[in-house]
C-alpha cells in the first residue's frame, strides 16, 4: 500500500490535498480544496488495492468506475455530492463534497463526559430527519449497509443529519478484491449495528438499513454499545432498563431490530408511520402492565348506519378500560334528587313534570289513532309502483380549481469520468461506452514527440475533443470531432474527451485509438557526411525569415454554464486565458432579463464578446456590459486575452 499522501499534492490538476482526515480498512480520506471550483472544500478517498497488491489491475478499475457510478444517481441535499472518480497509476479515487460538522458519536461520547445521554425528544427529531433520507436511496435500489452513529454528521449550517460513507463503495471495493484474490473479503457494516443476514452473508435489504438506524437511536438513547446490551446467545436486547421512553416509541424500535428480517419493518413508510401513530403514546415506561391496544380514531359513520338510542331512556354510564379510566364518566344529567336522595314522589316540582310529560304522551297518541282513522282501507304495496319524492337539487358551486405549477425541471449536475489507455507506440485498443446527456468521459495516454495519434469515433450524439499535455487542443481541427489524426508535439499525457451532443439523451460509442512511432530514423543521414576526397564548399548564411509570425487561431478550451444559487442575482468565476484560448461561459436567459457583466481584477489585457442563441454577436471585445436581451435561450460570453492573464467575471441577471 502507498504510503498516505503530502498536503499540497494535486491531483487531476484539480484537487489540492490539505490533509487527512482518517485512514480505514478501505483506504484513507482527505480534506481538499477543489481548484476548479473556487477553491471548495471536497473529500477525497483513497481506496486500497487487495492485500498482498500494490496497484488495482485495469479490469479491477474498470468494474469499480462502472458500480460507483450509481452513486452519481443520489440527489439529496442530506447526502454529500459524489462529484467524481478517477485513477491513477491504478489507485481510485472518489471526490465528493465535504460536510461541515461533528458525527453523532462526536455528540454522544460529549454527552457521556457529562454523565447524559440524547432525550426522546431528540431521537424522534433525529428518526424524522433521517427516514426521508433512507427512503431516497432504497427508491433508487442502494442500500446504505454502514448506519452508525459515526457515519452520520450533524451539520453546522442548518443542524440537519447528514448520511456519509456508502458501504455500497466499500462492497464495489470488496468485490474487486474477490475478483483479484482468492482470501475472504471483509464484511461491509460494523458488528453490532449490523443484522446477522448482512455479517454472515453479506445480503442486505431495506430492513437491514432500518435495523441499523435502530440500533443508532437505541445507542444514543441509552448511551451503550450494542455488544453491551445484546444477548447474543438468545439474539435478544435488553435496553429498555437505562433509559425512560414511552412505549410507542420502545415498541417502534423493538419491531426495527428483530432478529428475523421477515418480523422487522420492510419500508422506511411503514416504519414512518408506526413512528407517527406512537407520537400519541407519551408516557413514561412503566412497570409491565397489560395495557389494551389503544384503536386509531374512525370517522364517523354516514347517517344511516349510525346507532338508534331511544328517546326518554334514562342516560347511560360510560365506563373505560386501562389504568388511566375514570371510575365513572356519566353524561350530563339535571340533578332532581337533595342531597339526602329521598323519594322522587316527595318532590312537587318532579311530580308536576312527570304530570306534564304524561299529558304530552297522551295527546300525541290520540292524533295518532285518528289520523290512522282518516287514512281508509291499507293499500297493497306489491299493486301499485311507490313513488319516491326527489328534492330539487340544490345549486352547487364548484370552485374553480387553482391552475397547476409545473416544477421546473432540475437540470442533473455535470459527471466526468476518467479512465487510462495503457497503450503504447505500434499498439492500439478499442474501447465501447454509454454516455448520458450530464456525462463527459476522458480517455488519458501517454504520448512522445513525434509519435502519431490516430482516434476514430462511431456513434450518433458523441463528439470528441483531444486536448495536448497543455491542455490546448493540437489544432484547430482536434475540437469537436469524430476523428483525429495527427503527429504529436509534445511528450506526456494526451487526452481524449467524449462529450455529448447536446439535446442527446443517451448515446452508445465506439473509440478506437492507435499510436504509430515516430518515423524519423536514429541513423545519421549518409547524404549529409562530407566527403573527405572533395573539397568543403562554403555555405551562404541563412538568411532570417521576414514573414511575420501568422496570428494564433482562437479556439474554446472550456465550455462552462454559470448558474446563480438559489436566493442570489450574481455569482463571480476566476479563470485564466492566453492568446488562442478561450473561456466560454453559457447562461440561459428568458426574453426581457438584464444581464450584467464585467471583468475584474484581470492581470493582462483581457475582454469578452457576447453571443446570441443564434452565435450572431451582440457585443465584441468590451469589459463592461449591461442589457436587456432580446430573445430567450443560450447566451455565450467568450473571454479571451491577447497575453496570458487571470481575470475574475461578474455575472448579474434581473
Known amino acids: 500500500m502507498y504510503p498516505p499522501l503530502p498536503p499540497g499534492t494535486v491531483l487531476q490538476s484539480r484537487y489540492r490535498i490539505l490533509k487527512s482526515l482518517g485512514q480505514g ?31 488495482f489491475s485495469s479490469k479491477a478499475t474498470e468494474l469499480f468506475q ?16 459524489f462529484r467524481a472518480t478517477f485513477e491513477i497509476e491504478r489507485r481510485l479515487f472518489l471526490v465528493q463534497d465535504y460536510v461541515e460538522g461533528p458525527s453523532y458519536r462526536d455528540l454522544l461520547n460529549q454527552r457521556r463526559s457529562q454523565n447524559t445521554t440524547f432525550s426522546e425528544a431528540e431521537v424522534r427529531q433525529f428518526l424524522r430527519q433521517i427516514l426521508p433520507v433512507l427512503a431516497h436511496i432504497h427508491a433508487k435500489g442502494i442500500i446504505h449497509r454502514d448506519i452508525s452513529p459515526d457515519n452520520i454528521l450533524l451539520r453546522n449550517r442548518d443542524r440537519l443529519p447528514v448520511l456519509i460513507d456508502f458501504g455500497v463503495v466499500k462492497e464495489v471495493v470488496t468485490r474487486v478484491q474477490m475478483a483479484e484474490t482468492t482470501y475472504h473479503a471483509t464484511t461491509v457494516g460494523k458488528p453490532g449495528y449490523a443484522p446477522s443476514e448482512q455479517m454472515q452473508s453479506g445480503r442486505a435489504y431495506p430492513s437491514s438499513d432500518l435495523y441499523s438506524l435502530a440500533v443508532t437511536a437505541i445507542v444514543l438513547l441509552t448511551g451503550r454499545e450494542p455488544q453491551d446490551i445484546f444477548d447474543d446467545v438468545n439474539l435478544t436486547w435488553s435496553w429498555q432498563q437505562y433509559t425512560s421512553i414511552s412505549p410507542g416509541l420502545a415498541q417502534v424500535l423493538s419491531k426495527a431490530t428483530n432478529y428475523r428480517p421477515g418480523d422487522r419493518y420492510q419500508s422506511v413508510s411503514e416504519m414512518a408511520q408506526a413512528l407517527g401513530a406512537a407520537g400519541n403514546l407519551a408516557s413514561p415506561v412503566m412497570p409491565p402492565i397489560a395495557y389494551p ?5 374512525q370517522p364517523a359513520p354516514p347517517s344511516s348506519q349510525m346507532r338508534t338510542v331511544a328517546v326518554g331512556r334514562p342516560p347511560q354510564s360510560t365506563t373505560m378500560v386501562g389504568p388511566e379510566a375514570p371510575r365513572t364518566s356519566r353524561l350530563p344529567t339535571p ?9 322522587v314522589w316527595e318532590n312537587p316540582f318532579a311530580i308536576g ?19 290512522a282513522l282518516n287514512r281508509g282501507p291499507a293499500r297493497d ?32 449536475e455535470p459527471v466526468e469520468y476518467n479512465q487510462t489507455l495503457g497503450i503504447r507506440a505500434g499498439e492500439s485498443t478499442t474501447v465501447e461506452g454509454t454516455l448520458q446527456d450530464n456525462e463527459t468521459v476522458n480517455y488519458v495516454l501517454e504520448g512522445r514527440e513525434g509519435e502519431t495519434l490516430t482516434a476514430q469515433l462511431e456513434g450518433e450524439g458523441v463528439l470528441m475533443t483531444v ?14 470531432v469524430l476523428g483525429w489524426t495527427g503527429p504529436l508535439e509534445f511528450t506526456g499525457q494526451y487526452t481524449l474527451q467524449l462529450s455529448p451532443v447536446e439535446g442527446v439523451e443517451q448515446s452508445n460509442y465506439s473509440l478506437e485509438v492507435a499510436l504509430a512511432p515516430d518515423e524519423a530514423s536514429d541513423e545519421p543521414d549518409e547524404s549529409a557526411i562530407p566527403d573527405e576526397d572533395e573539397p568543403e564548399t562554403p ?27 438559489e436566493g442570489q442575482d450574481s455569482i463571480l468565476v476566476a479563470n485564466s486565458a492566453g492568446p488562442g484560448r478561450v473561456r466560454r461561459y453559457v447562461v440561459n436567459l428568458q426574453a426581457g432579463q438584464v444581464l450584467s457583466v464585467e471583468i475584474s481584477n484581470s492581470t493582462g489585457p483581457t475582454t469578452f464578446s457576447v453571443l446570441l442563441p443564434t452565435d450572431d454577436p451582440l457585443a465584441s471585445s468590451v469589459q463592461l456590459w449591461e442589457e436587456a436581451v432580446p430573445v430567450g435561450g443560450d447566451y455565450a460570453i467568450d473571454v479571451i486575452a491577447s497575453e496570458d492573464s487571470e481575470f475574475t467575471l461578474r455575472f448579474g441577471v434581473q
Open 539 to 565: 555555405t551562404e548564411p541563412e538568411q532570417p525569415d521576414e514573414t511575420p509570425d501568422e496570428p494564433i487561431e482562437p479556439s474554446i478550451v472550456s465550455e462552462q454554464r454559470v448558474r446563480f444559487p
Open 381 to 412: 304495496p306489491a299493486a301499485e309502483t311507490p313513488t319516491i319524492e326527489i328534492e330539487p337539487e340544490r345549486p352547487v358551486i364548484t370552485p374553480s380549481p387553482e391552475p397547476e405549477t409545473t416544477p421546473e425541471p432540475v437540470e442533473p
Open 353 to 371: 313534570a312527570l304530570a306534564l310529560i304524561l299529558a304530552l304522551v297522551a295527546g300525541l297518541g290520540g292524533w295518532g289513532i285518528v289520523n
Open 335 to 343: 340533578s332532581v334528587l337533595d342531597d339526602n336522595d329521598s323519594s
Open 467 to 480: 486536448l495536448a499535455p497543455n491542455g490546448n487542443p493540437p489544432d484547430a481541427r482536434s475540437r469537436r
Open 293 to 297: 391496544q389503544q384503536p386509531s380514531p
Open 25 to 55: 480498512g478501505f483506504g484513507r480520506t482527505y480534506l481538499a480544496e477543489d481548484q476548479g471550483r473556487y477553491q471548495e472544500h471536497c473529500a477525497v478517498k483513497e481506496f486500497s488495492p487487495p492485500h498482498g497488491e500494490d496497484v
Open 66 to 81: 462502472r458500480e460507483a457510478a450509481i452513486l452519481y444517481q443520489i440527489q439529496h441535499p442530506q447526502i454529500p455530492k
